[in-house]
């Protein structure tokens, strides 16, 4: 038997990757759990974007699972605000978990604080602690925030996750390229590497494409996503856009931080092909990916992107699209290894995305073995069996 603690900030209904990770995650441990365990998952109530709206109870009780839903203050992108947050979202936790006894500890983190609370939880308790690593913060701050708030900012969050990563059992990295940095910082630790995958809705879709038609221009391309500093859309689309007039319109899913600047960029830019669409949920977004031509992807032009593997390239391949991507390092690795017509361009680069655009197939590309290799199900089972032998082992 085992009480597992699960860490998540995100949880399903909210839209992005790191709540359908845990939710499919859940699903599968819960198969593969001896008799009489128990998780609760510890998460928020849907928070990710203020322009969608999704209900959920702040509480779930199953048999084996339960779910809490910690409400947080009002919050933007911002970094003081989603400090406010996470503030709120650890006090909760530690509020809950006070009179409750574990014996594992599981946290699923890309913004490095979810995994430095479950350090904490682990080590005050002498329990084993199981990451889930999504993001490499440290990286992705020296290069989103001004260089005078870089250097001490990257310090104290280098402490943190020495911390948090010092005192795990057992760390999980979503991208094979992540993996140089963690084993340069951490040599002793056992790594894993079980990444993102393709949820079901995305597989069936794929397998019912409809018959194959003509297309002409000007192509429908998709963008669906956050719209964020990590992602440049603010960069790339408004002269993408203007150089593709006539020959593409694009379609812009999401909201983020970069937001008003992607607005305002496309305003100043003069562009009437691009539609900014605020975030829908997954059935409407499957969609929209089959109404698009051409599915586009985009990281802005910074070293720590070089190293992730987005989510959305899993969905994006499934639909069985074209699929347009502005990615450089590990990312444009797996795309060109892996992902049949696919045209992959230098980020920030409208020159380079003209050129690559050029190259695509503008048809139905089913990729069957993409999505049998790459099945969330089936990924999300080995680690549910690696997380509870851990825990099993722990105990002995």
């Known amino acids: 038997m085992l009480r597992i603690l699960f860490l998540s900030f995100y949880y399903t209904p909210d839209l992005c990757a790191g709540s359908f990770r845990a939710a499919a995650l859940i699903q599968a441990m ?19 974007y203020s322009s969608f709206n999704a209900s959920a109870p702040e509480i779930e009780a199953g048999d084996t699972v339960a779910i809490r839903r910690i409400a947080l203050p009002e919050h933007k992108s911002g970094m003081l605000d989603q ?14 978990v006070r009179e409750r006894k574990y014996d594992l500890v599981f946290a699923t983190s890309s913004r490095l604080m979810t ?53 795990a059992g057992r760390v999980n990295l979503v991208s094979r390229g992540f993996e140089p940095y963690f084993s340069k910082r951490y040599p002793t630790k056992r790594l894993s590497f079980f990444t993102n995958g393709i949820d079901d809705e995305f597989i069936v879709k794929a397998q019912d494409d409809k018959p194959e038609t003509k297309v002409v221009p000007p192509y429908s391309v998709l963008y669906a996503g956050n719209l964020g500093e990590g992602q440049g859309l603010h960069v790339i689309l408004p002269g993408l856009a203007r150089a593709m007039n006539g020959q593409a319109k694009f379609t812009v899913i999401g909201d983020g931080g970069r937001k008003l600047q992607l607005k305002q960029a496309l305003d100043t830019a003069g562009v009437d092909n691009v539609s900014l669409v605020d975030p829908v949920n997954r059935s409407a977004l499957v969609q929209a990916y089959q109404e698009a031509d051409v599915l586009f992807l985009h990281l802005n032009d910074h070293d720590a992107f070089r190293k992730v ?18 990615v450089a390092g590990y990312a444009a690795e797996f795309i060109e290894a892996e992902i049949g017509n696919a045209a992959v361009f230098e980020p920030c680069d409208v020159a380079s995305a003209v050129r ?24 999300m089972q080995r680690l549910a069996e690696d997380v509870v032998s851990f825990g099993l082992g722990r105990q002995l």
């Not at 008799?35 to 109530?45: F, N, P, R, Y």
């Not at 050029?358 to 999505?371: E, H, K």
């Open 30 to 48: 819960q198969s593969v759990l001896p008799a009489g365990s128990h998780i609760d998952v510890l998460t928020t109530l849907p928070n990710r």
């Open 83 to 96: 400090s406010r947050a996470f503030i709120a979202y650890a006090r909760g936790v530690r509020a809950h």
């Open 115 to 167: 995994a430095v609370l479950g350090a904490s939880i682990a080590r005050n308790r002498n329990l084993p602690l199981y990451l889930d690593i999504r993001d490499i913060f440290v990286d992705t701050i020296k290069d989103i925030l001004p260089r005078w708030l870089a250097w001490p900012m990257g310090s104290v969050f280098s402490l943190l996750e020495r911390y948090a990563v010092g005192h």
């Open 309 to 326: 593997l987005p989510s959305k390239v899993f969905e994006y391949a499934a639909v069985g699209k074209p699929v347009w991507a502005g």
């Open 356 to 379: 690559a655009f050029s190259t695509l197939n503008i048809r139905a590309t089913p990729r069957p073995d993409f999505i049998r290799k790459y099945a969330r199900r089936n990924i």
